[in-house]
């Protein structure tokens, strides 16, 4: 397991330093290209290419190893790759629409249940439980779920090294909890994962000199997915909501941001705009830390930030995997802070500009 992640890790951060180095042009990023966008310079957004060619080789080495879990982990990829292509195609065109991307989303969500057996079977609530033992429904769930975090990554995608940060920590906790219940092939993927991001964060932070694009935070969004419902699937001493606190912040992140554009702002929940709280972070906060507007310090001082933010999530995660009740008192611990703040920061004045 150890060998396979660290091949991830070697041939992601090889295929990243290549795009950087020889075919940047071919994935660049506009510096003018929507509200959202919050870096100064033309960048490659081609780091999830790096990501899934990790993937690929490390899964080369588990199949000479000939793992007990090898197909699995060959259908783990054919279900990942609707997603991450779809992202990928956007990061290459700009021309792949929302909605298509979504479609492309579901059906990797779809595969997973189909060839996986990856399905919500429980919430761990008595009578809402039953509704979940009605097969239609638990699927028609799932492959929403699945799609809505494969999403969320790219939703906190705003700063070098934010999102990427940001999962590595998740997969560590999901790869945590999979050693303790004797799930190898979660634990397996998890590591790889690992390797595969981290082969994409040294050139993404602190400089941005590459970013994940939507089809390397759709992959890893889709993976978290994923793991996540397999370990509660597979192993019934863990609790239903371990899912929802090792991810609660991008899950959260993206649920208020359809909330703040719909019923705030009055807009459609898809266009982009810079209220979430890593934006308003990065222009309050971190501005007056700093004492300075340079970018180039404050977008990489934004993510920690939003790191320690995360690990209120996972933290408890990790301590309470198998505890519903003390999950669910730190889930709602998080969304009353993170409300708290984001409410704190829109009251405060704000930079010209942003207007509320």
């Known amino acids: 397991m ?29 510096v ?12 490659p957004r081609a780091g999830g290419l790096g990501i899934f060619v990790g993937l690929i080789f490390a899964g080369l080495i588990l199949t000479i190893k000939d793992v007990p879990y090898l197909n699995y982990f060959w259908l783990f990829v054919v279900s990942s790759f609707p997603a991450f292509a779809g992202g990928l195609l956007e990061d290459i ?27 919500v079977v429980r919430v761990d609530i008595p009578l809402v439980d039953q509704i979940f033992s009605f097969y239609p429904f638990a699927f028609v769930f799932t492959v929403f779920a699945i799609a809505g975090l494969t999403n969320a990554i790219n939703i906190i995608d705003g700063f070098n090294g934010l999102a990427s940060g940001v999962s590595i920590s998740i997969f560590f906790a999901i790869s945590y909890v999979a050693f303790i219940n004797n ?30 694009g939507d089809g390397g935070a759709y992959l890893v969004g889709f993976t978290i997915a994923v793991l996540s419902i397999l370990l509660v699937k597979n192993h019934p001493q863990i609790s239903a909501w371990f899912p929802i606190a090792v991810a ?35 222009k309050t906060i971190v501005k007056k830390l700093l004492g300075t507007s340079n970018p180039v310090y404050r977008n990489p001082a934004t993510s920690p930030l939003i790191w320690a933010v995360n690990m209120v999530g ?15 008192s730190f889930i709602l611990l998080f969304v009353a802070v993170y409300t708290k703040i984001y409410f704190s920061i829109l009251r405060s004045k704000l930079p010209k500009g942003m207007k509320r």
């Open 2 to 30: 150890v060998l396979s992640s660290i091949i991830s890790f070697i041939f992601s951060s090889i295929v990243c330093f290549f795009i950087i180095k020889y075919f940047p042009k071919y994935f660049y990023d506009p």
């Open 32 to 43: 003018k290209g929507g509200t959202q966008k919050l870096h100064h310079r033309p960048t």
């Open 93 to 119: 065109t700009k021309k792949v629409s929302v909605k298509k991307r979504f479609v492309f989303m579901l059906i990797s969500g779809v595969l997973a249940v189909l060839l996986l057996g990856s399905i």
């Open 183 to 212: 799930d190898f092939f979660v634990l397996s993927v998890s590591l790889i994962m690992i390797g595969a991001v981290l082969g994409f964060f040294i050139f993404n932070y602190p400089f941005g000199l590459i970013f994940l």
């Open 248 to 282: 609660v912040y991008p899950i959260y992140e993206t649920l208020f941001s359809i909330y703040r554009r719909k019923f705030l702002r009055k807009v459609s929940p898809t266009q982009p705009d810079r209220f979430h709280l890593h934006t308003l972070l990065y």
């Open 314 to 328: 996972v933290i408890p995660a990790v301590l309470f995997w198998d505890n519903t009740p003390v999950l669910v």
